[in-house]
């Protein structure tokens, strides 16, 4: 039987690295200004802003400081998901943080909030995706089909 997991593993992987690069784009403000439509929130003061919301048993120092380590693994997780370098590390990587974040979204901003930007999904598609046998057209693979 052929492996027919080709270009969905490719989907998702892409998918999710896109996904974990967006935010952190729009955190820096290079999706627009605050306010703007389609910015969550426009500069990193905002997010950290929220970081801390997400936090709040925290001190808001020590959340600014889980704000900057939670870009710096969303930036590593894109680029090594949409490069397929250590393809199975970065998927559990983004499986942990995704729940760990949907987690606290529900606990401190209410159960709808993680569904309505899908944070869920992004973790079980991340656990799916550390499941994958070959990473087709990767890094890892050597960017071969077979």
Do not use: H
């Not at 159960?111 to 995706?129: E, H, M, R, T």
């Amino acid at each position: 039987m052929k492996n027919s997991f080709r270009f969905p593993q490719l989907y998702l992987r892409l998918a999710l690295g896109v996904g974990f690069l967006i935010p952190v784009a729009d955190r820096f403000g290079w999706l627009g200004a605050p306010g703007k439509p389609g910015v969550s929130w426009g500069n990193w003061q905002n997010f950290a802003g929220y970081t801390n919301v997400l936090l709040p048993f925290l001190s808001p120092a020590v959340a600014n400081v889980m704000a900057l380590v939670a870009t710096i693994c969303e930036i590593l997780i894109g680029i090594f998901l949409i490069f397929g370098y250590k393809t199975r590390i970065a998927a559990y990587g983004g499986f942990v943080l995704t729940l760990i974040f949907a987690l606290c979204m529900a606990a401190f901003r209410g159960i709808k909030a993680p569904f309505n930007y899908s944070v869920f999904s992004d973790s079980a598609g991340s656990l799916l995706l550390a499941f994958v046998p070959v990473y087709y057209w990767s890094i890892d693979n050597g960017f071969k089909e077979s």
